[in-house]
């Protein structure tokens, strides 16, 4: 038997972050494309020194008893960690560790392309092709929205909202407007914009990207009393996570005309069924969450995760930690 740490890694990561923990450590990959089941996820996790997770494997108490106290530090391979039980793993001694920064721009760049593909009619634009609608040039088919000079509405202007502000400005010329915990003097002074309360970012945005994380706060966060409060032009974009906006309550405005349009990566529950009604309306753009979906950001989380556990099996603060 082995006498490396034991690692399981909960679905296969790019080779870069396996290799190096294959270094130092005696690591298993769960192999099916699907997350373990739960009293899977127990069983491995016993006796285990480290853990990389996904956002669909929560972490919490049981998950921490089960592991016992060889279990060191939690790897999330994710920027977002709502699926972690932050404040059980520090009562258990275990570090957690995400990884930002990487896919940053490969989040941002999905969300333009959201932004435009649910403002321009891509999706029945498309299918037309497809399934012998398109007949000829016609001047009154798949009409949308323009974004040069237009209001971008930025809710949560961390890493990633400020690079799909970057480009909306600096591409469109388009005004922003966000939502913070605070001003970010650094926006207000490189894009003239203008730290706002959610009322007012809601009321005057052409677009509205979503960038916030999951906490209680936001949860239902776009429910129908914000879409309510939105132009009947607005686009809506969601790259942060599915259960900030009440789908029910989207469904409606979407399909009574209540806003423009709706560009989601992220649903819920993910994947979204097939038979969800979203999934029938033509101004509803849905994604399969491939935000950080690039060569380049996949591997770079990968390596992240692995250089967060192997610091927390040595007890060394985490590069990336929570």
């Keep these: 038997m082995s006498d490396k740490p034991r690692v399981f890694v909960t679905r296969t990561i790019p080779k ?17 494309p699907k ?42 391979y994710a920027v977002g960690y709502n699926n972690i039980d932050v404040a059980a793993c520090r009562e258990h001694g275990v570090a957690v560790g995400n990884t930002p920064d990487v896919l940053t721009d490969a989040t941002a760049d999905v969300a333009v392309l959201l932004m435009l593909a649910a403002a321009r009619s891509f999706t029945p634009a498309a299918a037309s092709v497809r399934d012998g609608g ?3 040039w016609a001047p009154m088919d798949h009409l949308g929205m323009e974004l040069a000079g ?3 509405g930025v809710i949560g202007l961390g890493r990633i909202g400020r690079a799909f502000a970057d480009r909306c400005h600096g591409g469109w010329g388009m005004k922003v407007l966000y939502t913070a915990n605070s001003p970010k003097p650094d926006a207000d002074r490189d894009l003239g914009a203008k730290h706002v309360e959610l009322p007012e970012l809601l009321a005057n945005s052409d677009f509205i990207s979503l960038h916030c994380p999951l906490t209680e706060a936001t949860a239902g966060l776009i429910d129908a009393n ?3 409060q ?3 032009t607005a686009v809506l974009v969601n790259t942060a996570r599915g259960e900030v906006i009440d789908q029910d309550a989207l469904h409606t405005a979407l399909s009574g005309g209540k806003i423009f349009a709706a560009g989601l990566d992220v649903t819920t529950p993910e994947p979204l069924p097939t038979d969800s009604p979203l999934l029938e309306l033509p101004n509803c753009v849905v994604l399969p969450h ?10 770079g989380m990968a390596l992240m995760a692995a250089d967060n ?5 040595r007890g060394d603060p985490l590069p990336h930690g929570v």
């Design 16 to 32: 870069a972050g396996l290799d190096r923990l294959r270094e130092v450590c005696e690591v298993e990959v769960w192999p099916k």
């Design 150 to 152: 237009k209001t971008v």
């Design 290 to 299: 491939i935000g950080s979906a690039t060569v380049h950001a996949r591997s």
């Design 309 to 313: 556990v192997l610091a927390g099996l």
């Design 35 to 76: 997350p373990p089941r739960r009293d899977t996820l127990l069983d491995k996790a016993r006796g285990c020194a480290g853990l990389v997770t996904m956002l669909s494997d929560k972490v919490d108490e049981t998950v921490l008893t089960a592991a016992g106290d060889d279990l060191k530090v939690v790897a999330n």
């Design 230 to 232: 939105m132009k009947t």
């Design 134 to 136: 398109w007949k000829t």
């Design 226 to 228: 914000a879409l309510h």
